[in-house]
């Protein structure tokens, strides 16, 4: 990556002062969560948007379970948020076992209910294992999914990336053609899969630029907490979790608060050093729990807006 002399002088900044020191809060953060199964998880998940809503999100988004297993809970929290909170809602969909028609329903269920941003993805298989199987009359990847809803009205679309290539694609050139044509198809911005090292992101977003993509391109942060359950979610897109993470992790399997502290602490340094590449917007895998993604938001700079007006009064 080659960087402008900002760059460099915020580089410099970040090497030769407190990691953390007076940022700008110049940082949007954007946050996702799944549908909940029971009600103490849908208290759990509620507590959690409250406690992030003061740090003024782009958006929040609410994941869709393979085949539509969550079609319901996922529409129920999309529409709650909207109804009830002033943060933009977005809503997960996926080709996964669905004619065009289905899904394309669900999206004007959707616009009827206030929501105007989709994340559309082409999903996995519902069953673990197998490769992705398009339905005759579905639609066959993401990209058309894009082109199906921008037909159906003008929602703000955002789609996946993977910095270090999906596990279905046969080469990285292959898996930039797939992401350029989804935003070709009406896309707006591309939000990244996890990753645990600047330099993946960093390689990705400059691949990315020559391959013609000029898009808004996120990355999306997974602060860990649970190396076994990462190390699931990584096997399936592709993500690598570097051996030195595990190390850090081994003997706190007992030790739950060491276990958040010591993940804040890797996700917020990978989030210090993307800033000073020049990235300024965030979007958090939040697992429907606050506490790590606000500590790390708290260390970007961000404040509550209302502390922010408080302030100014």
Same mark, same amino acid.
């Given at each position: ?9 915020? @580089?410099?900044? /970040?090497?030769?002062?407190?990691? $953390? ?5 110049? @940082? ?5 969560? $799944?549908?909940?199964? #029971?009600?103490?998880?849908?208290e759990t998940l509620w507590e959690a948007v409250q406690t992030l809503a003061p740090l003024a999100p782009r958006?929040?988004?609410? #994941?869709?379970? @393979? ?8 529409? &129920? ?6 109804r009830e909170t002033s943060i933009p809602a977005a809503a997960h969909l996926t080709c996964v076992d669905a ?6 329903? %669900? ?11 989709? %994340? ?19 639609? @066959? ?9 921008? /037909?159906? /009205?003008?929602?703000?679309?955002? %789609? &996946? ?6 596990? !279905?694609?046969? !080469? ?33 977003? !400059? ?31 592709? &993500?690598?979790?570097? /051996? ?20 804040? #602490? ?15 917007? $965030? ?23 209302? #502390? ?6």
């Amino acid at each position: 990556m080659t960087l402008s002399l900002n760059q460099m002088e915020e @580089a410099r900044r /970040a090497i030769d002062a407190p990691l $953390f020191a007076d940022l700008a809060g110049d @940082a949007a953060v954007s946050f996702e969560f $799944f549908p909940p199964k #029971t009600a103490k998880m849908e208290e759990t998940l509620w507590e959690a948007v409250q406690t992030l809503a003061p740090l003024a999100p782009r958006f929040v988004s609410v #994941t869709y379970g @393979a085949g539509g297993s969550t079609r319901e809970r996922t529409h &129920a929290t999309v529409a709650r948020i909207a109804r009830e909170t002033s943060i933009p809602a977005a809503a997960h969909l996926t080709c996964v076992d669905a004619s065009r028609d289905e899904i394309l329903d %669900v999206a004007r269920a959707y616009w009827e209910a206030g929501v105007r941003h989709i %994340v559309a993805l082409r999903g996995d298989s519902p069953q673990a294992g197998t490769r992705f199987q398009a339905r005759p009359d579905g639609f @066959a990847n993401a990209a058309s999914l894009v082109g199906g809803l921008k /037909a159906v /009205a003008p929602f703000e679309i955002s %789609v &996946a990336a993977y910095p270090e290539c999906h596990p !279905d694609s046969p !080469d990285v050139t292959a898996d930039l053609d797939n992401l350029k044509a989804k935003i070709d198809a009406g896309a707006n911005r591309a939000i990244t899969q996890f990753f645990f090292s600047p330099e993946a992101f960093f390689r990705f977003r !400059d691949a990315a630029a020559a391959a013609g993509i000029s898009a808004e391109i996120v990355p999306g942060i997974l602060p860990v907490s649970n190396v076994a359950q990462t190390r699931k979610f990584a096997g399936m897109c592709g &993500a690598s979790i570097p /051996a030195w993470m595990d190390r850090l992790f081994e003997g706190l399997d007992d030790h739950p608060a060491a276990r958040q502290l010591v993940a804040a #602490t890797i996700a917020a340094e990978m989030c210090r050093r993307l800033y000073a590449g020049d990235v300024r917007h $965030f979007h958090f895998y939040t697992l429907n729990r606050a506490e790590l993604s606000y500590a790390i938001c708290h260390l970007l700079g961000k404040r509550p807006v209302e #502390t922010l007006k408080e302030e100014a009064a």
